[in-house]
């Protein structure tokens, strides 16, 4: 035998693992239950002064077929909501010029705008704020960074039958004229 032959009668490869069944097991999916949301066409405001912060709501928004207006102030947002009527407004509270708790009080007083369902978002660390916030009006409050399922799940929070955004109770949330 030669010394070729020799390594291969001496070499066997390993033997293969046995086989064991297993059952195939279906998916997880990230999500425990269907998310509902916003009608296709649902108007939502966004009112913030970073760039970076509209440009991820608003793909956020458009990628769920729902269309975007955007203000970089509260006044610029005021006028925005009093003209167009959104469905939905996000309100950052640290803008330029007026801040966010006098631009949710004004839109609160305003007729036009007084049921527009309000979440405010910032960027702030005081946990006191989401108290002032519901307080004087607000529907929701969420902290700067966010992810796109705590998006979605505050505005799922406020859809009704007809997947419209809507307040959940104006009076209780002080939006009554008289209270703000």
Known sequence: MDFFNRIRAWWRPAPEPEKVFEP???????????????????????????????????????????????????????????????DLIFLDIVLPGMNGFAALRALRR???????????????EQATEEFYVQRIGADDFMKKPFSRAEVFARIERLL?????????????????PETV
Not at 34 to 48: C, Q, S
């Open 24 to 86: 195939e097991v279906e998916s997880t999916d990230r999500r425990v239950k269907e998310r509902r949301n916003a009608a296709p066409g649902t108007r939502v405001l966004i009112i913030d002064d970073s760039a970076t912060i509209v440009a991820l709501l608003r793909r956020m928004m458009r990628q769920n077929d729902l269309v975007t207006l955007e203000a970089g102030d509260a006044e610029a947002g005021i006028e925005i909501a009093r003209g167009q009527v959104p």
């Open 110 to 124: 305003d007729p036009i705008t007084r049921d527009i369902p309000i979440i405010m978002i910032s960027g702030n």
């Open 160 to 176: 009704d039958d007809e997947q419209k955004p809507r307040r959940i109770n104006p009076v209780a949330t002080g939006a009554e």
